[in-house]
Each structure stands twice: as structure tokens, then as C-alpha cells.
């Protein structure tokens, strides 16, 4: 599998997110000063403010909170983040001996350890670390599900259109589609190229862009098509490009057969995406079945003009 990302490695070594959650500020800057070195460390002085910080940032890997503050409890706080967030991480600080409370909180699987107060800054430490693994793995087995998922549900869509589809203008769209509902596209193209120029026929998946279509003078678009590798762009706008003012991450795939490029695959994002190497392969793999499918459409299709 060849691959050419542009401006790669910029977002390797990115700390995990830690969100530190306590009513007395004291507290809340020793737990700052504790971690800042190993984690991107976030703030807040309530549970209500807790949730609006999650709103903002999204997931974080631990959640360390006081249990007991004015406006909400910190295990009736870490109960509303799990819903959304069901992979993070949640620890309890007290200094009194809410046993009912925590137990039910552990029971229930929001609450992962609680630590009492005075702590020990280096057990917090062993602790957090050991959450930010348990995390990691979390997350890696949710990946690892979503992405066979995801696989499963585009190679089953392209096999059963190359069963049905007579005629490749009819497969456009629903590949696009497949392919943007699973990779979670904002827009998703797929265009058939010929004798290496994008043609007029094209499937559209998801919002407008600022120009109905604008890969035609999109230079990685023709570098996916000459190199016949898919090509990406984490971040658009930073790196000067100006192709089309609503997209930040672009990924183009070339279908190709026998050296010939008979299609391309456009994925774009309003946000930047970060693709792990997991993620660009799946892409690839099911280009390749792509590929498949549109020979057979091809075939089919030869094999009804000579019977005509």
C-alpha cells in the first residue's frame, strides 16, 4: 500500500487530556502542577462547569474529581459523562467516608478507583497512570470493533453492488455514500476518471461544498491520479491551499486496475481529521474491492452490448 501524506507527524506526541475537577482552587492547582508535564491538564471548579469544558474540548483520557462540592456531587457528575463518553476514565477524591455513594458509583462501572484525602502525589500518580492504559486499551478495542464494522458494512455495499448495479452511473452515489457513513465525511466524491482526466460522472455524498465540485483544479487530487497513491492533506488551510474554503482535511484514493486509474475517492472534513495508519489502510482495502466491482460492472456491461 503506497501512501503520501502531506505534512505528516504534525499532531505525534500529542499528551493524553486529564480534566481536574474540585471546588477549592488550592486543590485544583496542585493537581495542575501534579500532572502538567505528562498530560494536557484542563480545569474546572464545579461539575456543571466540568461539563461545559467537556462540551468544548470532547473526550479526555482520565477524569480525577472531588467528591464532595456545593452545586453537584462528583459522582452524580461523572454519571453524566458517561453516556457520552463511555471510554474515559473516572476517579473519585474524598475526605469523607461516602461509602454508599462510591460504592454504587464503582458498581455501576462510572468509577473507576477513589483515592481519600490527604493524597499521596506519587500513589495519584501510579494510579492516573494506570487509568491512562486501562484508557488507551479502552480505545483501542473500540477502534478495532468500529473499524471492522465499518468494513463490513462498505464491503458488503460495494459486493452487493457489483450483483445489481448494470451500468457504473448507477453505483456512484451509493458508493460515495458508503463510503462517507462510514468514515464520517462531511462530503464524500467519487468520480470516474478516464485516461487519467476526471469525466462528468460523479456520486455526491453529504453537505455542499462552497463549489459544487471542485477536484478538477485540486492539485492532490491529480497527484493521487499521477501517483496513483492515496494522498493526504491533514490541514488545508494551514498548509495554503484555497481548492475550496469549507474543507480542512482532504484524502483522495485512486481505484486502480492494472495501472489504469478508473475511479477516485474523495473524503473531506469540515474539522481537521487525524487518520491513524489503521484507518488509512481500511480506506485502502475497500478501494481495492471498489476496484473489483467496477470491472465487473464493466464486464457485464460489454456482455449485454455484444448480446444486444
Known amino acids: 500500500m503506497n501512501i503520501s501524506l502531506q505534512n505528516s507527524g504534525q499532531n505525534s506526541g500529542r499528551k493524553p487530556k486529564l ?41 479526555v483520557a482520565v477524569i480525577i474529581s472531588d467528591q464532595r ?14 453516556p457520552e463518553f463511555p471510554d474515559t476514565i473516572r476517579i473519585v477524591l474524598t475526605g469523607f467516608t461516602d461509602v454508599e455513594d462510591l ?66 452511473d448507477a453505483c456512484l452515489k451509493p458508493i460515495a455514500t458508503a463510503f ?34 471542485w477536484l478538477e483544479q485540486d492539485p492532490l487530487t491529480q497527484q ?8 493526504i492533506q491533514p490541514d488545508l488551510q494551514s498548509d495554503g491551499q484555497t481548492s475550496s474554503a469549507d474543507i480542512r482535511t482532504h484524502l483522495v484514493a485512486p481505484i486502480v486496475y492494472r495501472g489504469e486509474v478508473l475511479a477516485i475517492i474523495s473524503l473531506q472534513w469540515h474539522q481537521v481529521k487525524v487518520l491513524t495508519s489503521d484507518e488509512i489502510g481500511l480506506v485502502q482495502q475497500c478501494v481495492d474491492q471498489v476496484s473489483s466491482t467496477l470491472i465487473c460492472i464493466r464486464y457485464n456491461q460489454s456482455i449485454d452490448r455484444s448480446l444486444d
Open 103 to 168: 460504592v454504587e458509583a464503582i458498581n455501576s462501572g462510572q468509577v473507576y478507583k477513589y483515592i481519600t484525602k490527604p493524597w499521596d502525589p506519587d500513589e495519584l500518580k501510579g494510579v492516573v497512570l494506570k487509568a491512562t492504559q486501562t484508557y488507551d486499551l479502552l480505545k483501542q478495542r473500540s477502534e478495532e470493533l468500529r473499524r471492522s464494522q465499518a468494513q463490513n458494512t462498505l464491503l458488503s455495499t460495494v459486493l452487493d453492488l457489483a450483483q445489481t448495479s448494470d451500468a457504473i
Open 224 to 231: 493521487s491520479i499521477d501517483t496513483k497513491q492515496i494522498q
Open 19 to 59: 480534566l481536574v475537577v474540585d471546588d477549592e482552587q488550592d486543590n485544583l492547582d496542585l493537581l495542575y502542577r501534579t500532572f502538567r508535564r505528562d498530560f494536557q491538564v484542563f480545569k474546572a471548579e464545579s461539575g456543571v462547569y466540568a461539563l461545559e469544558v467537556l462540551k468544548q474540548e470532547g473526550e
Open 69 to 82: 462540592m456545593p452545586e453537584m456531587k462528583g459522582t452524580e457528575f461523572l454519571s453524566k459523562t458517561v
Open 180 to 213: 462517507g457513513e462510514n468514515f464520517d465525511t462531511d462530503r464524500s466524491v467519487f468520480q470516474v476518471v478516464k485516461h487519467g482526466v476526471l469525466t462528468t460522472q460523479l456520486g455526491i455524498y453529504g453537505t455542499a461544498s462552497d463549489r459544487e465540485n
